[in-house]
C-alpha cells in the first residue's frame, strides 16, 4: 500500500497526521471543560487563586480554559478558511 500524499504530492507522516487531529481537538476540549468547571464549582472557591480573589477579572480555571480554547483556536480557523478558499477557487 503506498503512502497517503499531500496537494503537493509529499509523503504524510503519522506525527503530522495525529498532531492536526490534536491541534483540532484542543479547542473544542478546553471549552468543554470551561463549561464542566463553571458547572461544577459555582460555590466553591479556586483553592489556588481563593488569596487573590477580585484582584482580576480573569481569574478562575473557568477564565483560563476559556482563553486556552481562544488560543487553541488557530486550527479550527485554519481548516474553515481552507474550506472556504477551495470551494471559492471551484466556481
Request: charged letters at 10%.
Amino acid at each position: 500500500m503506498p503512502a497517503p500524499q499531500d496537494e503537493t504530492g509529499g509523503r504524510i507522516n503519522a506525527a503530522s497526521g495525529a498532531a492536526g487531529w490534536l491541534g483540532l481537538a484542543a479547542a473544542p476540549t478546553f471549552a468543554i471543560m470551561a463549561l464542566l468547571t463553571g458547572i461544577h464549582s459555582r460555590n466553591m472557591p479556586d483553592m489556588l487563586c481563593s488569596a487573590t480573589q477580585g484582584a482580576s477579572p480573569l481569574t478562575g480555571m473557568v477564565s483560563m480554559y476559556l482563553l486556552m480554547s481562544a488560543f487553541h483556536s488557530a486550527s479550527w480557523l485554519k481548516l474553515i478558511s481552507r474550506r472556504s478558499f477551495e470551494r471559492g477557487s471551484r466556481t
